[in-house]
């Protein structure tokens, strides 16, 4: 590097720290300490690695960089801005501002170029993982001799706090067991957190923890060497590993009170922010970028727009060499997909929605190429294996299944790591009761509109002898209070299949399909009622008295208004999916609960809180809201009046 470009690459390192500081400043609010400290390592990567294009962010084969790190968001801006993606000096100086583009943590959708939304520690290098496994599977899938179609990288600015959460030790295990060699994280080793000093609770060696996980690692000293950075970077492409390099840095690098807590998300003013400018050489104007540093940011994109135009060159040959691949990846990056057959299941055949749901996810695969899963090491009992596909490896990304071993956390981080590189359908499970574990994951999907489908079996009490550490009671409630995310417990095979078309409908929806144990019967039920989240099963044209049920709950409903009619006329309603049917417009919703009939009774098997809002002042809810008990499955719900007999008792006292 010559003195000339050291000196330029010094002022392009200060600009990204000059935006921070001033956007910071300007908030009174945020954390400039993790931008000025990795100013470095990020201009490294995007000035001479990152192939990416602002004029078309969409571009299939871009790198992905993730900033795990998200609090120290004005990193990713700066270098949005300074790299000419639609991200204005005017909205730097709105940072955490209502309804700017630049928030408090960097939001997919939300912000021109940002990859996805971070903020919860550990879930950005986790969600990585699932990008680069979903790299590795494409490239399995599509590329041919000579045509390396998808060929990138993802990128990771990583801090302690990731490296502390339990979520990112169980990607990180499994990235390195698939060997995903093209996933790069550059570790922020600032030795620093909120409450002080990492050796206060941080001491183990990073390192030789990454060794065993079976990653490459390095270590670069001094965090402000450019040079040192970019051979690291040179020398991690070349390895068949993920890898990480530790890069030493000094948080809130070039202020007075660097490599303190304090600076972690200290707005720096007055007399601190000039005395910071001086330190890092900055001798421009607030909220402005010298002519010489955008001039050399251009000479990054253009280095990047010529990889594009090559990639661009060789997917026009691909196209003319490979049409029918060609046609098929088209296909899955946009999400298209051949239509769905309607599923029918004749009365007379009982069984388990989750043995259901089995057949329906082999009945769709050859229509759905993109759809991939697996089970946290419970495939078996979620029935989630496509029969037609092994297990990806490191031998071989390109099956459609994946062993996410006990590792609920990463599944469903890694799962919206599939999603949001696009070209996948990603559908992971467990039992409804471990939901728990990767509700952050869920909670993530829904706010980045991914339309992970989650696969939750054994779904209540029925779970039986397993007892209450088995036996989710207040899952169902807990799941369905998260914004955006579509909850659906189905009642038989026919609305499973309903709502497995229904998830693979959506575009910017999770779904989570509540899947029994417990063998259910086949219903007579219509087509489409899963579409509308709340239906009539059966009625009256009298009737005075309103079952609701979900699940396998549903068929309890219909045998009790049996025993009630004719002397109470019931009408039954299938309530699969409370979201859905509060979607509905208020006419079709009065149809269904005539404000006229006031006796309702709603029937789960698991909390109650929820429920009420249907049922109203002059209804009950026959629920569990106890956390089960070991034994039968039949024992257990007459313990808690998850009964026929039960329903009739109660419908009688209204």
Same mark, same amino acid.
């Given at each position: 590097?010559?003195?000339?470009?050291?000196?330029?690459?010094?002022?392009?390192?200060?600009?990204?720290?000059?935006?921070?500081?001033?956007?910071?400043?300007?908030?009174?609010?945020?954390?400039?300490?993790?931008?000025?400290?990795? /100013?470095?390592?990020?201009?490294?990567?995007?000035?001479?690695?990152?192939?990416?294009?602002?004029?078309?962010?969409?571009?299939?084969?871009?790198?992905?960089? %993730?900033?795990?790190?998200?609090?120290? =968001?004005?990193?990713?801006?700066?270098?949005?801005?300074?790299?000419?993606?639609?991200?204005?000096?005017e909205?730097?100086?709105?940072? !955490?501002?209502?309804?700017?583009?630049?928030?408090?943590?960097?939001?997919?959708g939300?912000?021109?170029? %940002?990859?996805?939304?971070t903020?919860?520690?550990?879930?950005?290098?986790?969600?990585?993982?699932?990008?680069?496994?979903?790299?590795a599977?494409?490239?399995?899938?599509?590329?041919?001799?000579?045509?390396?179609?998808?060929?990138?990288?993802?990128?990771?600015?990583?801090?302690?706090?990731? *490296?502390?959460?339990?979520?990112?030790?169980?990607?990180?295990?499994?990235?390195?067991? *698939?060997?995903?060699?093209?996933?790069?994280?550059?570790?922020?080793?600032?030795?620093?957190?909120?409450?002080?000093?990492?050796?206060q609770?941080?001491?183990?060696?990073?390192l030789?923890?990454?060794?065993?996980?079976?990653?490459?690692?390095?270590?670069?000293?001094?965090?402000?060497?450019?040079?040192?950075?970019?051979?690291?970077?040179?020398?991690? @492409?070349m390895?068949?590993?993920?890898?990480?390099?530790a890069? !030493?840095?000094?948080?809130?690098?070039?202020?007075?009170?660097?490599?303190?807590?304090?600076?972690?998300?200290?707005?720096?003013?007055?007399?601190?922010?000039?005395? =910071?400018? %001086? $330190?890092?050489g900055?001798?421009?104007? /607030?909220?402005?970028?010298?002519?010489?540093?955008?001039?050399?940011?251009?000479e990054?994109?253009?280095?990047?727009?010529?990889?594009?135009?090559?990639?661009?060159?060789?997917w026009?040959?691909?196209?003319?060499?490979?049409?029918?691949?060609?046609?098929?990846?088209?296909? $899955?990056?946009? #999400?298209?997909?051949? =239509?769905?057959?309607?599923?029918?299941?004749?009365?007379?055949?009982?069984d388990?929605?989750?043995?259901?749901?089995h057949?329906?996810?082999?009945?769709?695969?050859s229509?759905?190429?993109?759809?991939?899963?697996?089970?946290?090491?419970?495939?078996?009992?979620?029935?989630?294996?496509?029969?037609?596909?092994g297990? $990806?490896?490191?031998?071989?990304?390109?099956?459609r299944?994946?062993?996410?071993?006990?590792?609920?956390?990463?599944? #469903?981080?890694?799962?919206?790591?599939?999603?949001?590189?696009?070209?996948l359908?990603?559908?992971?499970?467990?039992f409804?009761?471990?939901?728990?574990?990767?509700?952050?994951?869920?909670?993530?999907?829904?706010?980045?509109?991914?339309?992970?489908?989650?696969?939750?079996?054994?779904?209540?009490?029925?779970?039986?002898?397993?007892?209450?550490?088995?036996?989710?009671?207040?899952?169902?409630?807990?799941?369905?209070?998260?914004p955006?995310?579509?909850?659906?417990?189905?009642?038989? &095979?026919?609305?499973?299949?309903?709502?497995?078309?229904?998830?693979?409908?959506?575009?910017?929806?999770?779904?989570?399909?509540?899947?029994?144990?417990?063998?259910?019967?086949?219903?007579e *039920?219509?087509?489409d009622?899963?579409?509308?989240?709340?239906?009539?099963? /059966?009625?009256?044209?009298?009737?005075?008295?309103?079952?609701?049920?979900?699940?396998?709950?549903?068929?309890? /409903?219909?045998?009790?208004?049996?025993?009630?009619?004719?002397?109470?006329?019931?009408?039954?309603i299938?309530?699969?999916?409370?979201?859905?049917?509060?979607?509905?417009?208020?006419?079709?919703?009065?149809?269904?609960? &005539? @404000?006229?009939?006031?006796?309702?009774?709603?029937?789960?098997?698991?909390? =109650?809180?929820?429920?009420?809002?249907?049922?109203?002042?002059?209804?009950k809810?026959?629920?569990?809201?106890?956390?089960?008990?070991?034994?039968?499955?039949?024992?257990?719900?007459?313990?808690?009046?998850?009964?026929?007999?039960?329903?009739?008792?109660?419908?009688?006292?209204?």
């Amino acid at each position: 590097m010559t003195q000339i470009s050291a000196q330029i690459a010094e002022r392009a390192v200060n600009a990204i720290r000059a935006l921070t500081l001033d956007a910071t400043s300007a908030a009174g609010e945020g954390h400039p300490g993790m931008p000025l400290g990795c /100013a470095p390592m990020a201009y490294t990567l995007w000035q001479n690695f990152l192939n990416h294009n602002p004029q078309n962010s969409a571009w299939f084969n871009r790198d992905r960089f %993730v900033q795990s790190a998200g609090h120290g =968001s004005m990193l990713s801006y700066s270098l949005l801005h300074l790299t000419g993606y639609d991200l204005s000096m005017e909205e730097i100086k709105r940072h !955490r501002q209502l309804h700017s583009k630049t928030p408090g943590h960097p939001e997919v959708g939300h912000t021109h170029g %940002v990859e996805m939304t971070t903020g919860p520690l550990g879930q950005g290098i986790s969600t990585a993982v699932g990008m680069a496994l979903a790299e590795a599977h494409l490239a399995a899938r599509f590329n041919r001799p000579d045509y390396p179609i998808i060929d990138h990288y993802t990128y990771v600015i990583a801090s302690d706090g990731d *490296l502390m959460e339990g979520i990112s030790a169980e990607a990180s295990s499994l990235a390195g067991h *698939l060997e995903l060699k093209k996933l790069i994280v550059l570790y922020d080793d600032n030795h620093v957190t909120i409450d002080g000093k990492t050796d206060q609770s941080f001491t183990e060696d990073v390192l030789k923890r990454y060794e065993a996980y079976h990653w490459h690692t390095q270590r670069v000293t001094d965090g402000n060497d450019i040079g040192a950075i970019a051979a690291a970077i040179e020398a991690a @492409k070349m390895t068949d590993k993920p890898s990480l390099i530790a890069i !030493r840095t000094i948080i809130g690098y070039g202020t007075p009170i660097a490599d303190t807590s304090d600076v972690h998300g200290k707005a720096l003013k007055g007399e601190q922010l000039a005395a =910071s400018k %001086v $330190m890092m050489g900055v001798d421009w104007e /607030a909220f402005s970028v010298p002519s010489d540093v955008r001039a050399h940011y251009g000479e990054g994109v253009a280095r990047a727009q010529t990889h594009y135009q090559a990639h661009q060159a060789l997917w026009q040959s691909y196209q003319k060499a490979h049409p029918e691949a060609a046609a098929e990846l088209s296909a $899955m990056l946009e #999400g298209r997909y051949k =239509s769905l057959p309607q599923l029918n299941f004749p009365v007379g055949k009982d069984d388990a929605t989750r043995n259901w749901s089995h057949k329906v996810i082999n009945d769709y695969a050859s229509f759905v190429p993109a759809l991939v899963g697996g089970s946290a090491d419970l495939a078996g009992s979620n029935k989630t294996t496509m029969k037609q596909s092994g297990f $990806m490896s490191a031998q071989d990304y390109s099956p459609r299944n994946i062993h996410f071993g006990v590792r609920e956390h990463a599944m #469903g981080a890694m799962a919206n790591g599939m999603s949001l590189h696009g070209g996948l359908r990603p559908y992971v499970a467990t039992f409804l009761i471990f939901s728990d574990y990767l509700r952050a994951s869920i909670r993530l999907a829904a706010l980045m509109k991914q339309p992970v489908i989650y696969v939750f079996t054994h779904d209540s009490i029925g779970v039986g002898g397993d007892g209450p550490t088995h036996q989710p009671i207040e899952q169902l409630t807990s799941l369905r209070a998260i914004p955006n995310l579509t909850v659906i417990r189905p009642a038989d &095979p026919n609305e499973t299949g309903q709502a497995w078309a229904y998830a693979l409908a959506s575009k910017d929806s999770p779904t989570a399909l509540i899947l029994t144990r417990q063998t259910v019967p086949t219903l007579e *039920l219509p087509q489409d009622g899963v579409a509308k989240g709340g239906y009539i099963v /059966a009625d009256s044209p009298d009737a005075q008295v309103i079952l609701l049920a979900s699940g396998s709950e549903l068929a309890l /409903a219909l045998e009790a208004r049996e025993g009630l009619e004719p002397h109470i006329p019931t009408r039954v309603i299938s309530m699969p999916s409370s979201n859905i049917f509060d979607k509905q417009s208020l006419d079709y919703q009065e149809s269904v609960l &005539p @404000k006229n009939i006031r006796k309702r009774i709603a029937i789960e098997a698991g909390a =109650s809180l929820g429920w009420h809002k249907y049922t109203g002042l002059d209804g009950k809810v026959i629920g569990v809201d106890d956390f089960g008990a070991s034994g039968d499955e039949k024992a257990l719900f007459e313990l808690f009046g998850i009964t026929v007999e039960n329903i009739i008792k109660t419908a009688q006292s209204l």
